[in-house]
C-alpha cells in the first residue's frame, strides 16, 4: 500500500478501467501476428501489429482491434476471434498496441485530448496503421472498421467521432462514450456514474470533434455486461443515447431479439445496436466452439457466452461479398431487388421473394437477422437493402 501511495499518477492510472488487473502480457510471439515496424507518423507510441489471411485480395476491408489494460495485441489476437473470422471473410485485421511507457497499466489513453483527438497523438497513431494497412494491402478504404475492450473501447468510441470519414462502424465493448472524460479523474466518474448529460449533448461531443461535418457517420454496435462493475452498465445506455443522437434517430428500439448467452439485442434503426448480456462482468464477449456463430477462446477479460465479435462482423456486413464462407441467412434476393430500396409487404411475401426466412414459424430479415414477427399474411413490415442481400427492419424510415 506504501509503494502505490508513492507511486502517485500511477496509482491514479490504477483506477482507469481495472481494478482487477493481471499482469501485461509479453510482446507478440505468435508467428501469425506479424508486427509492422514502421507505418508512418507515430506520436501516440504505440506499435503496429496484423494478421493477414492467406491470399487476401486487393479491396477488402480493414478491422482494427484494440486491446482492454493489461493486455496486449497478442491477448486480443488470441482470444477475441478476429483472426478466424478474417479467415472466413477475407479482411486485413490490425493490431494497435500501447504500452506502459504510456501508461501505467497498458491502457489506451481514451480520456485525454492529446491523445483521443483527430491529428493528436494515439488516434493519429492508429490513423497511420489504417493508411499503412489500405498502401500494404489495397484496402477498401469505404469499409474500414474498429472495436475494441475497456479503455480500447472508449478509445474505439473517440476515433468514431475524431474520424467518421475513416471508419465506416464501431464496436464498443464495455467501452465509455466519445470524449465523456478529459482527466483521470473524470475517467473514474464516467466508468462508474450516471453523467446525466440529455442525448442531444451526448451527440454534441461527437459532432464537435469535427465542425462543418454532416455524414455520413459509423454503425455502432455497443456490448455491455450487466454485471460489470469495472465499467458500470450505465455507459451502455449513454452509447446508445450519443449514437442515436448522432445519426438523428429516436432512442426508441425499432426491434428487440434474444440472443445466445443471455444477451438481448436492441436495434435502432441499422444504425445502432445494443447488446446486453444478462449477468456479464467486464471483458469481451466470446462463444468457444465450431458453430456458426461461435469463435474466440476464453482468457483473462474474455468471457464465454456469446461471440461478438461474430455479431459485430455481420451488423458491419463483413459477412456479404467476402470471397470465403457465408455462415448468415441465405441471401436470395428477388431479381429487382435494388441495394437501398424499401419494401413494404407481408412477412410471407418477404420471405417468398429471399428478403427473409422463416425458422420456426417465426421470420427473420436476411443478413441483419432481426426478429420480424409470425410468418404469415397479417403481419407487415418495411424492409430497406442498406447493402446486397442485407435487410433490416425500417418501419416508418422510408
Not at 501508461?103 to 491529428?119: E, H, K, Q, V, Y
Not at 462508474?192 to 465542425?211: E, G
Not at 451502455?236 to 429516436?250: F, M, P
Request: aromatic share 10%; hydrophobic share 35%.
Amino acid at each position: 500500500m506504501r509503494k502505490l501511495v508513492a507511486a502517485g499518477l500511477a496509482a491514479a492510472a490504477a483506477v482507469v478501467l481495472t481494478a482487477t488487473a493481471v499482469a501485461a502480457s509479453a510482446d507478440p510471439p505468435a508467428a501469425s501476428l506479424v508486427q509492422v515496424p514502421s507505418f508512418g507518423a507515430n506520436p501516440g507510441n504505440l506499435a503496429m501489429y496484423t494478421y493477414t489471411p492467406a491470399g487476401l485480395a486487393p479491396g477488402r476491408p480493414v478491422v482494427v482491434a484494440l486491446h482492454g489494460c493489461t493486455q496486449s495485441a497478442a491477448d486480443y489476437y488470441a482470444h477475441s476471434g478476429w483472426p478466424e473470422l478474417a479467415d472466413r471473410w477475407q479482411f486485413e485485421v490490425v493490431f494497435p498496441q500501447t504500452s506502459s511507457a504510456n501508461n501505467s497499466l497498458s491502457c489506451f489513453t481514451w480520456f485525454d485530448p492529446a491523445d483521443d483527438t483527430r491529428g493528436n497523438g494515439e488516434a493519429a497513431s492508429v490513423k497511420s496503421m489504417v493508411d499503412k494497412a489500405v498502401a500494404d494491402h489495397g484496402s477498401d478504404r469505404s469499409r474500414i472498421y474498429v472495436t475494441g475492450l475497456s479503455a480500447g473501447g472508449g478509445m474505439t468510441a473517440d476515433l468514431l467521432a475524431a474520424y467518421p470519414d475513416v471508419f465506416a462502424g464501431g464496436g464498443i465493448n464495455a467501452g465509455l462514450p466519445a470524449q465523456c472524460a478529459t482527466s483521470v479523474t473524470q475517467a473514474t466518474s464516467c466508468q462508474q456514474n450516471d453523467q446525466h448529460l440529455t442525448p442531444a449533448q451526448w451527440a454534441s461531443r461527437v459532432t464537435a470533434q469535427n465542425p462543418g461535418y454532416t455524414g455520413p457517420w459509423p454503425r455502432v454496435a455497443i456490448w455491455q455486461g450487466t454485471g460489470d462493475y469495472t465499467v458500470y452498465p450505465v455507459n451502455g445506455t449513454e452509447l446508445r443515447d450519443q449514437w442515436t443522437a448522432v445519426h438523428g434517430i429516436s432512442q426508441t428500439p425499432t426491434s428487440t431479439q434474444s440472443l445466445p448467452g443471455g444477451t438481448t439485442l436492441t436495434s435502432y434503426g441499422d444504425q445502432v445496436q445494443w447488446y446486453s448480456v444478462a449477468g456479464m462482468g467486464h471483458g469481451t464477449a466470446v462463444d468457444p466452439g465450431t458453430g456458426a456463430t461461435q469463435c474466440g477462446s476464453t482468457a483473462a477479460y474474455f468471457l464465454a457466452g456469446i461471440c461478438s465479435s461474430y455479431y459485430t462482423a455481420v451488423f458491419w456486413g463483413l459477412d456479404k461479398d467476402s470471397g470465403g464462407t457465408t455462415t448468415s441467412a441465405p441471401p436470395t434476393t428477388s431479381a429487382t431487388s435494388v441495394p437501398g430500396a424499401c419494401v413494404t409487404a407481408s412477412n410471407y411475401a418477404h420471405t417468398q421473394e429471399g428478403r427473409a426466412h422463416q425458422t420456426s414459424g417465426e421470420v427473420y430479415a436476411n443478413g441483419s437477422g432481426q426478429d420480424m414477427g409470425l410468418w404469415n399474411v397479417f403481419v407487415t413490415h418495411t424492409l430497406r437493402e442498406t447493402s446486397p442481400a442485407y435487410w433490416v427492419i425500417a418501419d416508418g424510415q422510408c
